[in-house]
């Protein structure tokens, strides 16, 4: 496998589909004079998903398209018709994805056919025929189609398997790897020849696992030197380590000082890591120390079963694979924890709205719920935005814009549109609109106000 075809983490920008637009129309048919609105809903947006498959290795076509996006849904008909919901789309990724929106781990797919919810479509705008009402029998209002949600996601993948493979460049890991399964890695006399984790399925005496060859560690690499800091994570699902060792050392470190600083590095990269249990494999067998390093390692790191073996020479493999199948017996995999995401849960309210004084002449209105009601506001029907006002009202922001010292002329900024604020013609529209709008009723004008008073007097002097 090539260095640029494993990629092990990616950047995704997600988008859930748009809900499709409500209807405005009213029945018309020969000898049914008032026939009323019949506007249907609109289709709900598609959902945006992950899906775990077993098939894939890595992040690379996500990596080539970060950009996805789920169908919006159908707009609403006449005749109540409801416009078809948008299909949701199933990303597929490999096992052991990893998901993190804003830091936090949102999703943790380790199992085949396993899925998770990232961006949630947007609901149909309603038809003018879901706002009849008593009062308002012929409503002239539809709703825009509710907006999907938007994500910005991390992807990281940790490779699913049984044994890890750790050790200094050229200790013989794809060696050992390609002797106990049918991968075929690259290996060659010269350190970081494996650039990319390698996976083999090994099966002995009846019972089979999954071994992942990591590329070389070496000191400083949980700091993020040479390629190990890459791949460390990788091994943190694994149930036990095989610790390969080279009876020469490498570098200018002897082979129990090679030991030492990669126990040290797992424990510096994660403290779960130095718990695993480990198998201490000193390779080349067949060199002239290598038995007497192998006394001094089995000696010093006696807590740990130690082996001498040759790998190129499949001298001593089936020890080794015997004490691996005994660990992995004790070692049950273990169902993956529930994802915490970002702490316990509070429950606290969300302000309807916030004001921001941008400049002299324009305030910006941002907040979720408040955003969702402008969006979702047909600004070409009048009735729309006379009910969008109302809601302003019924909220208090419109009592909050004025105390923000908004007057006739003010430019109000939200969802990434500019509005001039005319309160006087908002006024003069509402006298010629139905007492109810949407579920608002209306508030009278002073004018309207005055005119009923003088109404009643002139009825008193009447009687």
Known sequence: MQANNFLDRVKIYVKAGKGGDGCLSFRREKFIEFGGPNGGNGGRGGDVYLQAEPNLTTLQELAYNPHIEAGNGAKGGTYNKTGEDAEDKIILVPLGTVVKQDGNIIADLTLPGQKALVARGGRGGRGNQSFKTRNNTAPRIAENGQPGEEVTLILELKVLADVGLVGFPNAGKSTFLS??????????????????????????????????????????????????????????????????????????????????????????????????????????????????????????????????????????????????????????????????????????????????????????????????????????????????????????????LLKEGVTDGSVIVACGREFEWNGSEVDEEVSALPDRIGGYKRRETKAERLAKRKARRAAKEGL
Do not use: C
């Open 179 to 400: 002797a106990v399964s049918a991968a075929r890695p690259k290996v060659a006399d010269y350190p970081f020849t494996t650039l990319n984790p390698n996976l083999g399925i090994s099966t002995h005496k009846g019972k089979s696992f999954i071994v992942a060859d990591i590329p070389g560690i070496i000191e400083g690499a949980s700091e993020g030197k040479g390629l190990g800091h890459q791949f460390l994570k990788h091994i943190e699902r694994t149930r036990v380590l095989v610790h390969m060792i080279d009876p020469q050392g490498f570098e200018d470190m002897d082979a129990l000082k090679s030991v030492k600083v990669i126990e040290g590095e797992l424990k510096n990269f994660s403290k779960e890591l130095s718990k695993k249990p480990r198998i201490l494999v000193v390779n080349k067998a067949d060199l002239p120390d290598a038995k007497e390093v192998f006394e001094k390692i089995k000696k010093k790191y006696a807590k740990y079963p130690v082996f001498l073996i040759s790998a190129a020479a499949a001298v001593g493999i089936n020890k080794v694979l015997d004490e691996v199948i005994k660990i992995l017996a004790k070692n049950p995999i273990v169902a993956p924890k529930e994802v915490k995401t970002g702490g316990p849960v509070i429950h606290a309210v969300e302000p309807m709205f916030r004001i921001t004084r941008l400049d002299e002449e324009r305030v910006q209105i941002s907040g979720k719920k408040i955003e969702e009601f402008i969006s979702m506001t047909n600004f070409s029907q009048p009735e729309a935005v006379q009910r969008l006002r109302g809601i302003f009202k019924k909220v208090g922001l419109e009592k909050a």
